[in-house]
């Protein structure tokens, strides 16, 4: 279809047609040729869109579920989905849907929810980035918010090198944010990771994280968190 568009756009120069095109920053690396070629020319244009301010999520807020929400809640929710249209469109649907009061209790609840529309766009994006950046986007949603690349990249089974560039791609694709500690780029999305994990997978990786930290030194409340998402086997170091 972009070949298509690419061979199409010049072609256009002096005809009454329009063709518009949206695309999400961070798609694959292969396709920016051709889309960078449907871009050029004189009547070319384009139009970069900004994140919706906390403000205008505080009016959709209040249009959606028809009345003025608690600022908490509206905070709550610009939070879990930093003004992306489509994550707060479907978050609000399902607070709607399970009749989640606005209120500040109600916010209380928001970074948890992952509607299954994003969930399925995340991890449609997620599993086009190869199997590095999957394990380390797991790794991350187990480690929680205060990761590191070190122990991230050592949970994943993953060099250092081949965690930065996994890194880099996951940040592309607005999954995970650069920087330390490493974090999901909106709770939404790092609940939509986290939903899919099986427990057992969980338990086992929770338990790989809790050694790695004691082994480095890590404060052992951290420790224990870890600790605490596992299944019991009579372990006495546990």
């Not at 999305?189 to 790695?212: D, F, I, N, Q």
């Amino acid at each position: 279809s972009l070949r298509w568009l690419a061979y199409l756009a010049p072609r256009l120069e002096e005809l009454p047609v329009l063709v518009a095109l949206a695309v999400r920053g961070g798609d694959r690396s292969e396709e920016r040729p051709l889309l960078g070629a449907i871009g050029e020319g004189p009547k070319h244009g384009r139009l970069t869109l900004r994140p919706l301010s906390e403000d205008a999520t505080v009016r959709i807020v209040a249009r959606t579920i028809g009345s003025l929400p608690d600022s908490a809640f509206s905070r709550a929710c610009y939070g879990a989905t930093g003004g992306n249209p489509f994550f707060l469109h479907e978050l609000l649907r399902t607070v709607r849907d399970d009749a989640i009061e606005p209120t500040a209790d109600g916010a209380a609840r928001v970074p948890e929810l992952a509607p299954a529309t994003v969930a399925r766009s995340v991890l449609l994006r997620l599993g086009r980035l190869g199997s590095d950046a999957v394990a380390l986007a797991r790794a991350v949603a187990v480690l929680g918010s205060d990761a590191e690349m070190r122990h991230a990249a050592k949970l994943a089974g993953l060099t250092g090198d081949a965690a930065q560039l996994a890194l880099d791609r996951l940040s592309d694709a607005d999954i995970l944010q650069r920087g330390a500690p490493i974090v999901f780029a909106h709770p939404i999305v790092a609940a939509s990771v986290a939903a899919e994990l099986k427990p057992g997978w969980c338990s086992v990786t929770h338990r790989r994280a809790a050694r790695l930290l004691d082994e480095d030194g890590v404060a052992l409340d951290r420790v224990g968190v870890h600790l605490l998402g596992t299944q019991p086997q009579g372990d006495s170091w546990v």
